[in-house]
Structure formats: structure tokens, C-alpha cells
């Protein structure tokens, strides 16, 4: 089967540096993706990663290593708005339409 | 036009009733989603509609009903609920198996 691990809460103040790891175990791998949801709100496309390496968008990044199916959300500079539940994800190994979503990662910032 | 809307934002529905989710999107995205999603929970796929056509049914009850009535509208048909089908239930959009999927903002469901 596919599945994500990803942790399930983190916690870091305003300014500084936060990284969500992201592990996953697929047959058939067609990139990871980060989306962002805030609380009562709709997920939010952040980033995809299909090759090895670093993407970066303004104050986020993300990372891929195929050969270690691990993959990374850098958040920098972090400001209050940043405080949201983070999934990655990755399409189904029939490479359907189908995301397959880790559990998500509550990102705490505080003052 | 970058959006997905749907309506109503929220349902209170009796096991009885019959109700309809909406989706709306003007993107030219021909593949369409709807997604179930409880409290701190990630969404959870139900349909994907490809070129106007059911391509993936996630084995969902025959209580939740979808249609397509052409590429830009998406419905989902509610009838006979149960209490635990009380979650947000998320439209979403992309070009045709693209990863990026657009949502919209959910209709927060209540079964009474």
C-alpha cells in the first residue's frame, strides 16, 4: 500500500525556522506535494516536488530525496499566519487523480 | 477566475431529508473531486470525475450521490444521513491529473 508519515504537531516562535518532514512508502511515485489549511478553512496548494532537490516560493521551500522517499516543508520566517495543519501527499501508485494525504502536522507559532 | 466555490457554506439535514452540495469552478479543470474531511483528520477522497465521467468511486455509501452535469459543476446528492456522515465536505478542481489540486471552501454538514 502508500502511506505518509509526517509528525503531528510542531511548535516554534515568530522569526524563526520550521521544518515538517515527510516519509513515505509508495509503489509508483509521481512527486510529493504540500498543501496548507488553515483552521476552518480550505487545503491550499503550497508546492510539488517530482525530482530530487530544493523548490523554492518565497518564504517556503521544499525538498525531495526520491532515493530516501523523504521529502521536506521549510518554512522561514515565521509569522503568526503560518499557524495551520501542513499535509504532504502523493498520487495513488495508478496514477490517478487520487492524492494520498499524510495524517498533517500542526504548525503552533507563538510571539 | 482561480476559484472553486460552493454552496451552502453550512447544512443542517435530518436523517430523512434530501439535500444537494454544489461546486462551481471556471477554470477549465477537467477533473473535479469531492472530498470528506472530520477534525483534525486529512480530507478523504470519495469521487473523482474525469472529463465529466465517474472515474473513481472510493466505495462511498449509495446515500451520497454525485453527478456532473457538465465540466464547470459538480453536485453531490445527500439522502437518508447518518449523524456520523457530520463532517466538511470539500469540492476540489485540477487540470486533468494535475497535482495541484484547487479546493473549495467546504460545506460544513450537520446530520441531526
Known amino acids: 500500500g502508500q502511506s505518509l508519515e509526517q509528525p503531528s504537531e510542531v511548535t516554534a516562535v515568530e522569526g524563526a525556522i520550521v521544518q515538517i518532514n515527510c516519509t513515505y512508502q509508495t509503489s509508483g511515485f509521481y512527486g510529493l506535494s504540500w498543501y496548507q489549511q488553515h483552521d476552518g478553512g480550505a487545503p491550499t496548494f503550497l508546492s510539488y516536488n517530482a525530482l530530487d532537490g530544493l523548490e523554492e516560493t518565497g518564504r517556503f521551500s521544499s525538498f525531495l530525496s526520491r532515493s530516501d522517499s523523504y521529502g521536506y516543508l521549510l518554512l522561514q520566517e515565521l509569522q503568526m499566519k503560518d499557524s495551520a495543519s501542513y499535509f504532504c501527499?502523493?498520487?495513488?501508485?495508478?496514477?490517478?487523480?487520487?492524492?494520498?494525504f499524510g495524517q498533517g502536522t500542526t504548525l503552533q507559532v507563538k510571539p | 477566475d482561480t476559484e472553486v466555490t460552493q454552496t451552502p457554506k453550512h447544512l443542517v439535514m435530518g436523517m430523512t431529508n434530501k439535500k444537494s452540495l454544489k461546486c462551481e469552478q471556471h477554470m477549465g479543470h477537467r477533473a473535479m473531486y469531492w472530498y470528506k474531511q472530520k477534525a483534525k483528520k486529512p480530507p478523504e477522497l470519495m469521487f473523482v470525475y474525469s472529463y465529466e465521467k465517474l472515474s473513481i468511486n472510493e466505495s462511498v455509501p449509495s446515500r451520497f450521490s454525485p453527478e456532473c452535469p457538465n465540466s464547470s459543476l459538480l453536485n453531490l446528492h445527500l439522502h437518508a444521513l447518518q449523524p456520523e456522515d457530520s463532517a466538511l465536505y470539500l469540492c476540489?478542481?485540477?487540470?486533468?491529473?494535475?497535482?495541484?489540486?484547487?479546493f473549495g471552501p467546504g460545506t460544513r454538514l450537520t446530520v441531526l
Open positions: 501527499a502523493v498520487r495513488d501508485r495508478h496514477n490517478t487523480g487520487k492524492l494520498i
Open positions: 476540489a478542481s485540477s487540470q486533468d491529473r494535475g497535482n495541484e489540486q484547487f
